[in-house]
């Protein structure tokens, strides 16, 4: 199994979304962009945000495992994929990069 790395490349906020259908929050999210985590095979890393996890996992899992070409021809890395949370609000999208070093 592989480490994966986890990096933050985008974060939008749909403001007329918010204002039409949110609950004022005034905290939702820690993230910035270039931010990154290493992910030790399939384990979340630790700071990652869980419901950011639960969306990316499956795609990390394969990865780590050595699964590549995710949706035949995707992404022009085949050991990559481009995931985004699942907060219609202010979704994040992040880049999964499998590593050559084994995970722990």
């Not at 979340?44 to 949706?71: H, K, N, Q």
């Not at 050991?79 to 990069?97: H, Q, T, Y």
Request: hydrophobic share 40%; with cysteine; charged share 25%.
């Amino acid at each position: 199994m592989k480490k994966v790395k986890i990096t933050v490349m985008r974060m939008a906020k749909y403001a007329d979304l918010m204002e039409k259908y949110e609950n004022p929050i005034e905290h939702a999210c820690d993230m910035r962009e270039g931010q990154a985590w290493i992910a030790n095979g399939w384990q979340r890393p630790e700071g990652m945000c869980e419901s950011a996890w639960e969306t990316m996992s499956a795609f990390v899992l394969a990865l780590a495992c050595g699964g590549e070409d995710i949706y035949n021809g995707w992404m022009k890395n085949k050991k990559s994929a481009m995931i985004s949370c699942n907060d219609g609000f202010r979704p994040v999208s992040f880049l999964l990069e499998a590593m050559d070093a084994d995970a722990e």
